[in-house]
C-alpha cells in the first residue's frame, strides 16, 4: 500500500473536482438528446483524437497490459502491436464515413439507430438486438473499470475494495449525469492529456535510475531469459516465474486479433459521429495515431522495467505502475501521475455508461414507451438510465476478477457483433438487414459460447466470434430486401474528396 499524505490527497481531491465541475460547467448547454448523446456533433479533431484513445484503452492501459508484461513478458505485447495498427486502419477506414453516412442515415445518434436506417430495417429486430447486446457488454466494460478504480483507491489509500469501488462510481457517474457527451469529452481530452504525460516520465524515471535499457533488459534477462522472448512465455506462480513454452501461431494470431475489436466498439464509434465534420478526421487520425503509439510503447517499457526494479516479485503484477509511481517520485509528483491510472478508468467508464444510456433512451423508451416526449424528458431519462447501468455494473464489480480479463470478454463481444456489420455497411452499400442481423447474433453469441468453453487452444474469442460474424453477414447478406436508398455514387465520391483532399 502507498504510504498516505497531504499531498497525494489533495491531488486526488483536486482532479476529481475539476471532473465534477466540467460536468456542471456543459450541465446549461445539453438541451436535447442529440446533445447528451453526441454533443450536437461538435467536436474539433484534437478533442475528438483525445477522447476516443483516452475512452478506449481504460484502465487497463496502467494497469492490465503493464501487468501481463510484467508477468509474462513480451510475449504478451503482440497485443499493443494489434491495438496500434488497429487504432490507425479504424481512423483511416471508419471513421470518415462514419462520420457522413450516420448523419445521413436521419441523423442517427446511436449505432442502433444508424444500423436500422442503413440497412432500412422495417422490422426494427437491428436496433433492439443492437441495444441488447450493448446494454450487456457495457455493463460488463463498466464493472471492469470499477474493478481497477477500485484497486487503485485500495493500493493507494488502504480502504476496503467495496468502499473504493464505491466512490469510483459516484465520481464517474457525477459528471456523466450532469453534462453527457460534452462533459465525457472534454474531461476524457484532459484525461488523454494526463495519461499520456504520465506514461512518459514515469518509464524515462525509470530507466534513468536503473542505468539505461541495457541494464533494464539485463534485469529482465537474469529474471528470466523468455521474458524478452516475443515468441515464448514463462509462467507466474506464487510471485516466482517459471519455465513456460513457445507461443502458438494461433495463440499470437489472438493476441493479434485484438485489433480487430477497434470496429466495432461503440464507444469510440461514438466520436467519429460526434466530430465536427469528416475533414477533421485526418488530423485526428494523425494525432490519435501518435498518441496510441507513444503511450503503448510506454507501457511495455513499464511492464519490463518492474520486472528490473524489484528485488522481491510483487504480490499483484498489476500494481507495477502504482508501484514504480511509489518508489520513485515525491508526493506531489505521485499524485499527479497516480491520478492518470484513475483518468484512464474514468476516462472508458463514462463513454460506456453515456453510450449505454443513449441505447436505454433512444432504442426503447422512445421508440416503445414514450414516442410523443420532448428532448427534455429524453435527457432526464438518459440521465436515469446512466445511474441504472452503473448500479448494475457496480454489483458485478464487487463479484471481482482481473482488469483485464474483464476488458477482454466485453472487447471481444463488441468486436465479434459490430465490427463485420459496421464495415460492410460502409463498403457494401447493398448489403441487407438480415445479414447484418444475423452477423450480428453469430459474432456475439460465437464469443459467448467460446468463453463459455474456457477458450479451447487458448485462443482468444475475438478471433473466431469476428470470423463467425463476417461470414454470417456475408452469407445472409444476399437474401431479404436489399436497401432501397443508394449509399454510394455522388455522396460516397464526396466523402472520398473531402478526406483525400486533407
Do not use: C
Not at 442529440?34 to 484503452?57: C, E, K, W, Y
Not at 485484438?258 to 469510440?268: A, C, D, M, T
Not at 465536427?276 to 511495455?300: E, G, K
Amino acid at each position: 500500500m502507498i504510504e498516505l499524505s497531504g499531498p497525494i490527497v489533495t491531488t486526488f481531491v483536486a482532479y476529481l473536482l475539476l471532473m465534477v465541475l466540467i460536468g456542471v460547467w456543459v450541465y446549461n448547454r445539453t438541451k436535447t438528446l442529440a446533445d447528451f448523446a453526441l454533443g450536437g456533433r461538435r467536436l474539433n479533431a484534437p478533442t475528438a483524437a483525445l477522447s476516443a484513445q483516452a475512452s478506449d484503452m481504460s484502465g487497463w492501459l496502467l494497469m492490465g497490459l503493464p501487468g501481463a508484461i510484467y508477468a509474462f513478458g513480451l510475449g504478451e505485447a503482440w497485443i499493443a502491436v494489434s491495438l496500434a495498427v488497429g487504432t490507425y486502419l479504424n481512423w483511416l477506414f471508419v471513421a470518415p464515413r462514419l462520420r457522413t453516412y450516420t448523419e445521413r442515415a436521419h441523423n442517427a445518434i446511436s449505432l442502433s439507430a444508424y444500423l436500422e436506417s442503413r440497412f432500412e430495417d422495417r422490422t426494427h429486430l437491428l436496433r433492439v438486438v443492437s441495444a441488447l447486446i450493448i446494454g450487456v457488454f457495457f455493463t460488463i466494460y463498466v464493472a471492469s473499470g470499477l474493478v481497477a478504480g477500485g484497486l487503485l483507491f485500495e493500493e493507494i489509500f488502504g480502504v476496503d475494495p467495496t468502499l473504493a469501488i464505491t466512490v469510483a462510481v459516484v465520481v464517474i457517474v457525477a459528471y456523466t449525469f450532469l453534462g453527457g457527451f460534452l462533459a465525457v469529452s472534454f474531461t476524457d481530452f484532459i484525461q488523454g492529456l494526463l495519461i499520456f504525460l504520465a506514461l512518459v516520465v514515469v518509464p524515462l524515471m525509470v530507466i534513468g535510475t536503473l542505468g539505461g535499457f541495457d541494464a533494464l533488459f539485463g534485469g529482465v534477462e537474469e529474471t528470466h531469459p523468455d521474458l524478452l522472448n516475443w515468441f515464448a512465455e514463462p509462467t507466474f506462480e506464487n510471485g516466482a516465474w517459471g519455465d513456460g513454452s513457445a507461443l502458438s501461431f494461433v495463440y499470437i494470431a489472438g493476441l493479434l486479433a485484438w485489433g480487430l475489436g477497434y470496429f466495432g466498439q461503440p464507444h469510440i464509434l461514438a466520436r467519429f459521429m460526434g466530430i465536427r465534420s469528416a475533414r477533421d478526421v485526418p488530423v485526428a487520425r494523425r494525432i490519435a495515431t501518435t498518441w496510441v503509439l507513444i503511450t503503448l510503447s510506454a507501457t511495455v517499457v513499464i511492464g519490463l522495467a518492474g520486472i528490473a526494479y524489484f528485488e522481491e516479485p510483487l504480490d499483484n503484477p498489476e500494481t507495477v505502475f502504482l508501484s514504480l509511481t511509489q518508489e520513485l517520485f515525491n508526493p506531489w509528483i505521485a499524485g499527479i501521475l497516480l491520478s492518470a491510472v484513475l483518468a484512464a478508468i474514468m476516462s472508458t467508464a463514462d463513454s460506456q455508461l453515456l453510450v449505454a444510456s443513449t441505447a436505454v433512451t433512444e432504442d426503447f423508451y422512445r421508440r416503445y414507451l414514450r414516442r410523443e416526449a420532448r428532448d427534455a424528458e429524453l435527457v432526464w431519462i438518459g440521465r436515469g438510465a446512466v445511474v441504472v447501468v452503473a448500479v448494475i455494473a457496480y454489483a458485478l464489480a464487487l463479484q471481482g476478477g482481473t482488469v483485464l480479463d474483464i476488458v477482454a470478454y466485453a472487447w471481444a463481444g463488441f468486436g465479434a457483433a459490430f465490427g463485420p456489420i459496421i464495415l460492410l455497411s460502409l463498403y457494401w452499400s447493398r448489403m441487407t438487414w438480415l445479414g447484418a442481423l444475423a452477423g450480428m447474433i453469430a459474432g456475439a453469441g460465437t464469443v459467448i459460447v467460446w468463453e463459455a468453453l474456457a477458450s479451447p487452444g487458448g485462443v482468444y474469442s475475438l478471433l473466431p466470434g469476428f470470423a463467425a460474424g463476417l461470414l454470417a453477414a456475408w452469407g445472409f447478406g444476399m437474401a431479404g430486401r436489399r436497401p432501397e436508398r443508394e449509399w454510394i455514387g455522388a455522396y460516397h465520391e464526396e466523402d472520398e474528396a473531402e478526406t483525400a483532399a486533407q
